[in-house]
């Protein structure tokens, strides 16, 4: 079985112009991202999917396999899709080129649960949620799974509802997928639906559709650069780290 790992990097970001390339001590936040996916032991293959011809540069210069794509991609994931198709990998992970404190073993966690399951199209992954401010944010999004791990739902809300509040349980989604490559290909065709375009996640038109999605917990929750404060808060760590 082989699989395959895949960073799509845009240029463009309203907060951050040029996200991927933004030093982080010393080296762009792509090339941070995809050190990081290459020490997952079940990848074969990592790559960055980009449509910038500045970020396809600053990647072959760090040594890393990079390939163009089209530019009017509307997500990642169909500019996964288009990677999918040049490529024979019966799994396609997409890891998100903002996450540059990702660890190999929870890109592994997702894998693992494809590889038991032939049947199982879609996985992806959970850290558990305790600061209240987080759970009331909206782009924090949230996710409830069933008892054997499958998700029910995923939202930027707070949910559950906390009518029983000693009972209540929050778990943040972390945006790591993986995917069968047939069913990435016929997922990126399915119409968007009504509570997809509603919460903006991509993922609810999965959960619509009828199909499942696997959701691993995780120990460690990521930190995925959106704003100026937030690559400030990488920084610091990595900085730590190196030191």
Known sequence: MKVLGVIPARYQSTRLPGKPLLDIV????IQWVYESAKTASLLDEVLVATDDQRICDAVRQFGGTVELTAADHP???DRLAEVARRHDADLIINIQG???LIRGEVIDSIIQPLVADMTL???TAKVRLTEPA???EPSVVK???DEEGYALYFSRSP????RKAEMA???KHVGLYGYRREFLLKYVELPQTTIELTESLEQLRVLSYGYRIKVVEVAQDSVGVDTPADLERVRAILEQKII
Do not use: A, F, H, L
Not at 26 to 29: A, E, I, N, S, V
Not at 159 to 162: D, E, F, K, L
């Open 26 to 29: 010393g080296k762009p936040m």
């Open 75 to 77: 997500t990642g994931t």
């Open 98 to 100: 903002d996450e540059p």
């Open 121 to 123: 199209p879609m996985s």
């Open 134 to 136: 987080q759970i009331e």
């Open 143 to 145: 996710v409830v799974t």
């Open 159 to 162: 949910i559950p509802y906390p």
């Open 169 to 171: 349980q929050y778990w």
